[in-house]
């Protein structure tokens, strides 16, 4: 089993990396099967040199509830950027959010920020390189503070949570 281990250090992705092979080829026929098994055993290997340890899920009831908040708040951040866009008479105030961040786990902040970019009218800009704080830029900012508060009402608690970091 440690053998296994070894050479497939991660299954999943070197299940996805031969599906995806596939699918991109659009052929099973055996050379493309062989080249795909040989490409999703040997990315993994040879990539994991630079792969962080990743933190155990410890909540995952509240990963799926984290998930659907943040669809939830895609379709709603959707609709107020298409009003935002549409509304000849609104102006949108753009700004700089500088984000005090309390988590220091690398995949934490990573999930944070591509949070907040999933979300229209906010992107992640830049990470201070000690980790302490998050660069956004929003496209309509009313006030700074509240923005602050409902991200971490929204995302950073609930990926403390979920992680326990």
Known sequence: ???MGRLLPTPTLSLVLLVVWLLMVRSIAPGHL???TLLAVGIPLLTRG????LPQVRHPIKLAWFVLVVLYDIVKANIQVSLLILSPRREPH???VEYPLSVKDPLTITLLANTITMTPGTVSTNIRLDRSSLLIHVLDMEDEQALVREIQERYERPLKEIFEC
Request: charged share 15%.
């Open 50 to 53: 630079f792969w962080e340890p």
């Open 94 to 96: 753009p700004g700089f």
């Open 34 to 36: 062989i080249l795909g």
């Open 1 to 3: 089993m440690r053998a």
